[in-house]
């Protein structure tokens, strides 16, 4: 089995997943070393996201979905973290981290699976890839 090579909107949205689903991760690691909670509070914040990882790195699209569902959660905790200290420069980072990994993780499923869905062209089965 071959494995068809992103183009287009799909590569774009692939790389701002990826690169939103960083810089969460760099937010949410931050606000940990700045309160420092005990090692459960840990697990639970960094978890949800590190699980998906595999599934993310094999383009499953389903780790792609869930990963927009979980991120949900992140949503609600940061707009609580934005109503209790608007100054804080941290949560705006998370909040723009967050809500552009689900759009572009959304999108990516989106753009995805019409590309795998669409027919190999001779061009794509000649591709080293």
């Given at each position: 089995?071959t494995v068809r090579a992103r183009r287009g909107a799909s590569l774009w949205t692939w790389w701002l997943t990826w690169l939103s689903w960083g810089l969460l991760l760099f937010q949410q690691v931050a606000d940990l070393f700045q309160?420092?909670?005990?090692?459960?509070?840990?697990?639970?914040?960094?978890?949800?996201?590190?699980?998906?990882?595999?599934?993310?790195?094999?383009?499953?699209?389903?780790?792609?979905?869930?990963?927009?569902?979980?991120?949900?959660?992140?949503?609600?905790?940061?707009?609580?973290?934005?109503?209790?200290?608007?100054?804080?420069?941290?949560?705006?980072?998370?909040?723009?981290?967050?809500?552009?990994?689900?759009?572009?993780?959304?999108?990516?499923?989106?753009?995805?699976?019409?590309?795998?869905?669409?027919?190999?062209?001779?061009?794509?089965?000649?591709?080293?890839?």
């Amino acid at each position: 089995m071959t494995v068809r090579a992103r183009r287009g909107a799909s590569l774009w949205t692939w790389w701002l997943t990826w690169l939103s689903w960083g810089l969460l991760l760099f937010q949410q690691v931050a606000d940990l070393f700045q309160f420092q909670p005990p090692w459960i509070i840990w697990l639970g914040k960094l978890l949800p996201l590190l699980l998906f990882l595999p599934g993310m790195s094999r383009d499953r699209l389903r780790s792609f979905i869930w990963l927009c569902f979980v991120s949900l959660l992140y949503f609600i905790t940061l707009v609580e973290r934005l109503f209790a200290t608007p100054q804080a420069v941290l949560p705006w980072l998370g909040m723009v981290a967050v809500v552009t990994l689900f759009c572009s993780a959304m999108f990516y499923v989106r753009w995805r699976a019409r590309e795998l869905q669409s027919p190999v062209t001779a061009n794509e089965s000649e591709s080293p890839e």
